[in-house]
């Protein structure tokens, strides 16, 4: 992207629940490349939106205003697990037993959380919350925690009591949610996905038709840039020092939804042992098998986004197995048996992506 003239900040305002503000800013750049990128904070994450121009009849402060609404309203009123008031919040300091009246949103994302469950065997979970936070990996929790990191065996056997898709249903009409047991919901490996749908979504009403989108990780890709070249995602090498790419994902012009999942990053070391942040619902222990990290490419960010996650638990061998059942485009970075290295594994669906490999 050509050098870019200046910022033009608008649209601050504060998240009372992060005292954190979401930072509306669109890059102006030369008039010759006519890519505007908006970025800010989300869903306890980044994001950054890049479109290609603006349809006509809309300015950058109405697209803006736009994106602003619907990541507002997706966090702060619906989704947030730090929201007190947010639908979630609420849902979760609820008495099991009865339905619970939300938004038709937050009903199919559970509910499609709820088809992920089922489809990966329960290696995705969304409930599996109270052990998460046990590891110190839950909110603020990171390198908090004074005593060991590393819970005992009846301690997790008793968080396990406390999770379970199965205890949870949802109903889209009318829209709203039950649960049989009592526990909590943290939407986080499917949330970010399901926002860039959103943003996807109002682009297509407002006929915003070359953008790339970027939520915590989790992509929306449609169209060319100005110069008629694609948007180029990379695939990033799973070190925890400085990012690299590892591979060049070709998009070939397709809408595409790109989501990725790792354990290279988030993990800590107790006793010359390392325990990585993704929780297997299983064993209530973090993973040990080799995968580095997943990704999948689908129609949607919340498919790819969910099966990501689900597939850094379930660990190369089975992930690639449902892959080619599903027909999905899932890429794997395995470590290499000596742990110095990597190597890629993938499904005969993501070839047709691969523009560069190491």
């Known amino acids: 992207m050509a050098k870019l003239a200046g910022w033009l900040s608008r649209y601050r305002f504060t998240l009372g629940f992060l005292a954190l503000f979401f930072l509306w800013v669109w890059l102006r750049p030369e008039p010759a490349a006519q890519v505007y990128q908006l970025t800010g904070a989300t869903m306890g994450t980044s994001y950054q939106v890049m479109v290609a121009g603006f349809p006509d009849g809309l300015s950058d402060a109405e697209l803006a205003q736009g994106i602003e609404q619907r990541l507002y309203r997706l966090d702060r009123e619906l989704m947030s697990t730090y929201a007190p008031d947010s639908e979630l919040s609420r849902f979760n300091r609820s008495e099991p037993g009865d339905w ?58 008793s968080l396990q009591a406390q999770t379970g898709y199965q205890h949870l249903q949802a109903s889209l009409q009318p829209p709203r949610l039950l649960k049989t047991a009592p526990v909590r919901v943290d939407l986080s490996g499917i949330a970010k996905g399901y926002a860039a749908d959103v943003i996807a979504a109002y682009f297509a009403d407002v006929g915003q038709v070359d953008y790339f989108i970027e939520i915590g990780g989790e992509l929306r890709i449609q169209g060319q840039k100005p110069d008629g070249s694609p948007w180029v995602p990379a695939i990033e090498k799973p070190t925890d020092g400085a990012p690299e790419v590892w591979a060049i994902i070709d998009t070939q012009g397709e809408s595409i939804a790109l989501a990725g999942s790792g354990d290279y990053r988030n993990y800590f070391v107790e006793d010359g042992l390392r325990y990585s942040h993704e929780i297997d619902p299983f064993t209530g222990r973090p993973i040990t098998h080799n995968l580095a990290a997943a990704y999948v490419i689908a129609d949607d960010a919340l498919t790819a986004d969910a099966l990501a996650t689900a597939f850094m638990v379930m660990g190369q061998v089975r992930s690639l197995a449902l892959a080619e059942q599903l027909g999905l485009a899932a890429y794997f970075i395995v470590k290499s048996a000596d742990e110095d290295g990597f190597e890629q594994v993938h499904s005969s669906q993501f070839a047709q992506y691969l523009e560069e490999t190491p």
């Open 100 to 157: 619970f009246d939300v938004s038709p949103e937050l009903a199919f994302v559970v509910s499609r959380a709820i088809d992920f469950s089922q489809m990966t065997d329960g290696y995705f979970d969304v409930t599996v919350g109270p052990l998460v936070d046990r590891w110190g990996f839950g909110p603020d929790q990171d390198g908090a925690m004074q005593w060991s990191r590393v819970p005992d065996q009846s301690e997790i056997e």
